[in-house]
């Protein structure tokens, strides 16, 4: 099988421009910013990359053959589709409702003061490393997240994405149960890190998960914001908030078991 199946649009953007950087990262996966593209809220630049974004993911071996084909599909498809139609549809699965929130921290800490404090911690790793953050975007927005993880050497993206692994399993559940193409982006970092089946302990609460994006369900958030700082939440929040915490503090303080990246595949196997 070979790795070229879907055809490259003839329109093509630099997909530089679209990146707001001036050349690629010296290190680390090209292909994870071409993941932070396909989580954007969808523009006629993304529609016009889409060529240059399925040469990447072509080119990226450590992804297996039916995932790339996947994801340049899905590229071919942003590419040719209406593009108020995807606006539309990105609103629809991303602005309503937290269930399948980008905003890493929400998963653990919700909108409790913790998720402040996570997230000054997380400016401290971007600052170390000398990544500048876009004032526009929290920093534990997943598109951003994947740029940094971008800049880095192949053991600190295994680090970071292990650290995270549990919250992309159960987006890519909700996403997948909302038929939804972006699943393919949380689905793609845990095959880099080998743990695609990850996503399988999820799928039945996630069936049984009551809708969140519905105006009932979306008045009942706004009804409990009104309550969320008595003495109780606030414990409870600090209770959860331990899990969230150590996405910034862990890898300082504990020895963890080191996550590896996949290996590439060969030349020779990949085209088997």
Same mark, same amino acid.
């Given at each position: 099988?070979?790795?070229?199946?879907?055809?490259?649009?003839?329109?093509?953007?630099?997909?530089?421009?679209?990146?707001? +950087?001036?050349?690629?990262?010296?290190?680390?996966?090209?292909?994870?910013?071409?993941?932070?593209?396909?989580?954007?809220?969808?523009?006629?630049?993304?529609?016009?990359?889409?060529?240059?974004?399925?040469?990447?993911?072509?080119?990226?071996?450590?992804?297996?053959?039916?995932?790339?084909?996947?994801? *340049?599909?899905?590229?071919?498809?942003?590419?040719?589709?209406?593009?108020?139609?995807?606006?539309?549809?990105?609103?629809?699965?991303?602005?309503?409702?937290?269930?399948?929130?980008? @905003?890493?921290?929400?998963?653990?800490?919700?909108?409790?003061?913790?998720?402040?404090?996570?997230?000054?911690?997380?400016?401290?790793?971007?600052?170390?490393?000398?990544?500048?953050?876009?004032?526009?975007?929290?920093?534990?927005?997943?598109?951003?997240?994947?740029?940094?993880?971008? *800049?880095?050497?192949?053991?600190?993206?295994?680090?970071?994405?292990?650290?995270? %692994?549990?919250?992309? $399993?159960? @987006?890519?559940? %909700?996403?997948?149960?909302?038929?939804?193409?972006?699943?393919?982006?949380?689905?793609?970092?845990?095959?880099?890190?080998? +743990?695609?089946?990850?996503?399988?302990?999820?799928?039945?609460?996630?069936?049984?998960?009551?809708?969140?994006?519905?105006?009932?369900?979306?008045?009942?958030?706004?009804?409990?914001?009104?309550?969320?700082?008595?003495?109780?939440?606030?414990?409870?929040? $600090?209770?959860?908030?331990?899990?969230?915490?150590?996405?910034?503090?862990?890898?300082?303080?504990?020895?963890?078991?080191?996550?590896?990246?996949?290996?590439?595949?060969?030349?020779?196997?990949?085209?088997?």
């Amino acid at each position: 099988m070979t790795d070229a199946a879907i055809p490259t649009p003839v329109s093509s953007a630099p997909l530089e421009a679209m990146l707001d +950087a001036p050349s690629e990262p010296l290190q680390g996966m090209r292909s994870l910013r071409v993941l932070a593209r396909l989580l954007d809220y969808p523009t006629q630049a993304l529609q016009d990359a889409c060529g240059e974004l399925i040469e990447i993911l072509n080119a990226e071996r450590r992804l297996g053959a039916a995932l790339k084909s996947s994801l *340049m599909e899905w590229c071919q498809r942003l590419h040719e589709g209406d593009l108020l139609e995807l606006q539309a549809e990105y609103v629809a699965m991303f602005d309503k409702g937290r269930a399948t929130s980008l @905003l890493l921290f929400e998963h653990v800490h919700g909108e409790s003061r913790d998720r402040g404090q996570a997230m000054v911690d997380l400016m401290a790793e971007y600052s170390a490393a000398g990544f500048e953050l876009d004032a526009r975007e929290l920093p534990d927005h997943l598109p951003v997240f994947l740029e940094y993880l971008s *800049m880095c050497d192949d053991a600190e993206i295994g680090r970071w994405l292990g650290e995270i %692994r549990h919250i992309l $399993a159960l @987006l890519t559940a %909700r996403l997948e149960e909302r038929g939804s193409d972006h699943a393919l982006v949380p689905l793609s970092l845990l095959a880099l890190v080998g +743990a695609e089946g990850d996503v399988e302990e999820h799928r039945l609460q996630v069936k049984k998960e009551a809708p969140d994006n519905t105006p009932e369900a979306l008045d009942a958030v706004w009804e409990e914001e009104a309550v969320r700082f008595s003495a109780s939440s606030d414990e409870d929040c $600090a209770l959860q908030s331990a899990e969230g915490r150590r996405l910034a503090e862990r890898k300082h303080t504990v020895q963890s078991q080191p996550v590896r990246i996949m290996p590439a595949t060969n030349a020779h196997h990949a085209n088997r």
